[in-house]
T-cell receptor, first 111, second 111 residues
Framework: SQTIHQWPATLVQPVGSPLSLECTVE??????LYWYRQAAGRGLQLLFY??????ISSEVPQNLSASRPQDRQFILSSKKLLLSDSGFYLC??????????FGPGTRLTVL | AQRVTQPEKLLSVFKGAPVELKCNYS??????LFWYVQYSRQRLQLLLR??SRESIKGFTADLNKGETSFHLKKPFAQEEDSAMYYC?????????????FGKGTMLLVSP
């Protein structure tokens, strides 16, 4: 069966520091992968999606970037974190035409 | 551009009362709609999809294209239904599907 992992589970970083969040999927090949940010009162906002290695689409301009170095690995990064980057980050992969499955998430606090 | 609106941030009901979580969408194409649920300390997970016309945990949702709505209903709420509920619209852009989420409604069911 397919599983999706994210780490770390929680992260506290100072403003201006770099960021790297990792997402990996097991049990499937060539999945579509997604990064979302979940903020209180704002719901889930799609940040990036990827249909294959090295292919990244950005949905909103921001201080973050994404990379897909391997088929089942999706990384969310930042060179310099801002306070506004705090939030809960979710990775998801897509099965079939529409349904998405979500990882456990990473809680990021920027101080 | 597509949009999903969940007008209620919080819905509080007593056990056994009927529940209706509202969702309206805006999309020029043919919509594929979903309800996702996030229980406390659990992952975001799919509850039901309109195309399946199914009932999950007593919940149903009917797509009303005339009113562009996809309200989630349950005749008798249970305490274990307390969770965050997100309505989502799947759209195809340049051959790739993405999900647009509403801001979510927190359902609290009191004994």
């Amino acid at each position: 069966s397919q599983t999706i992992h994210q780490w770390p589970a929680t992260l506290v970083q100072p403003v201006g520091s770099p960021l790297s969040l990792e997402c990996t999927v097991e049990g499937t090949s060539n999945p579509n992968l997604y990064w979302y940010r979940q903020a209180a009162g704002r719901g889930l906002q799609l940040l990036f999606y990827s249909v294959g290695i090295g292919q990244i689409s950005s949905e909103v301009p921001q201080n973050l970037s994404a990379s897909r170095p391997q088929d089942r690995q999706f990384i969310l990064s930042s060179k310099k974190l801002l306070l506004s980057d705090s939030g809960f980050y979710l990775c998801a992969w897509k099965k079939g035409l529409h349904e998405q499955f979500f990882g456990p998430g990473t809680r990021l606090t920027v101080l | 551009a597509q949009r999903v609106t969940q007008p209620e941030k919080l819905l509080s009901v007593f056990k056994g009362a009927p529940v209706e979580l509202k969702c309206n969408y805006s999309y020029s194409g043919s919509p594929e709609l979903f309800w996702y649920v996030q229980y406390s300390r659990q992952r975001l997970q799919l509850l039901l999809r309109h195309i399946s016309r199914e009932s999950i945990k007593g919940f149903t949702a009917d797509l009303n294209k005339g009113e562009t709505s996809f309200h989630l209903k349950k005749p008798f709420a249970q305490e274990e239904d307390s969770a965050m509920y997100y309505c989502a619209l799947s759209t195809l852009e340049s051959g790739y599907s993405t999900l647009t989420f509403g801001k979510g409604t927190m359902l609290l069911v009191s004994p």
